[in-house]
């Protein structure tokens, strides 16, 4: 079983930035693909992006050149930076561990909220 504990959400002002943190646990890291997905109120839930654990990165075309993913294997962590963001990034966001090289999340955090105000 995999535990995911996301953290670093809060307000901030478009334009701003905000890092997501998420703590992974019950598996071996280096070998599991990760994720962030968000889920905007009355949406449903997207994929944002993904770290695989062959080192490729997948972008959903909505953040790419504004939200970073990368991944510390000796911590068993992976982060979200988000820069220029938007009103429209509001959402919580979710980690997600992934199944093998897709976009399909197997295990999931609690989530965080994300809120950028105009």
């Known amino acids: 079983q995999v535990q995911l504990v996301e953290s670093g959400g809060g307000l901030v002002q478009a334009g701003g930035s905000l890092r997501l943190s998420c703590a992974a646990s019950?598996?071996?890291?280096?070998?599991?693909?990760m994720g962030w997905f968000r889920q905007a109120p009355g949406k449903e839930r997207e994929f944002v992006t993904a770290?695989?654990?062959?080192?490729?990165?997948d972008y959903a075309d909505s953040v790419k050149g504004r939200l970073t993913i990368s991944r510390d294997n000796a911590k068993a962590m992976v982060y979200l930076q988000m820069n220029s963001l938007k009103p429209e990034d509001t959402a919580i966001y979710y980690c997600?561990?992934?199944?093998?090289?897709?976009?399909?999340?197997?295990?999931w955090g609690q989530g965080t909220q994300v809120t950028v105000s105009a």
């Open positions: 770290i695989y654990w062959t080192g490729i990165i």
């Open positions: 019950g598996r071996t890291f280096s070998i599991m693909s």
């Open positions: 997600a561990a992934l199944y093998g090289v897709s976009r399909r999340g197997e295990y």
